[in-house]
């Protein structure tokens, strides 16, 4: 089993930058990736970063060149910056486990970029 903790999010005004925490806690070991998803109003569920426990970071197209993402062990921290609108929404830190034998989900927290 595995818990996540998430920090930070909030308000801010376009182009302006957010940065976000999260910790694992329990199996950490066993944790493979960790990153972040996001879900606005009316939108799927979608990735935007993910990072191996070797690493490699996988951005998704929106984000690329804005946000970046680092790990140290069983903690992520996500720093958002040239914000727009458009990245709206609840985010919310996951973790998978090795052999894809689990999925956490932290709490979400909410994001809104004012135009």
């Known amino acids: 089993q595995v818990k996540l903790v998430e920090s930070g999010g909030g308000l801010v005004q376009a182009g302006g930058s957010l940065s976000f925490f999260c910790a694992a806690f329990?199996?950490?070991?066993?944790?493979?990736?960790m990153g972040w998803y996001r879900q606005a109003p009316g939108n799927q569920h979608e990735l935007v970063v993910d990072?191996?426990?070797?690493?490699s970071a996988n951005y998704a197209e929106s984000v690329k060149g804005r946000f970046t993402i680092s790990r140290d062990s069983a903690r992520v921290n996500l720093q958002m910056n040239s914000l727009k609108p458009e990245d709206t929404a609840v985010y919310y830190c996951?973790?998978?486990?090795?052999?894809?034998?689990?999925?956490?989900w932290g709490q979400g927290t909410q994001v809104t970029i004012s135009s």
């Open positions: 996951n973790a998978v486990l090795y052999g894809y034998a689990g999925t956490y």
């Open positions: 329990g199996s950490i070991l066993a944790i493979s990736f």
């Open positions: 990072i191996s426990s070797g690493g």
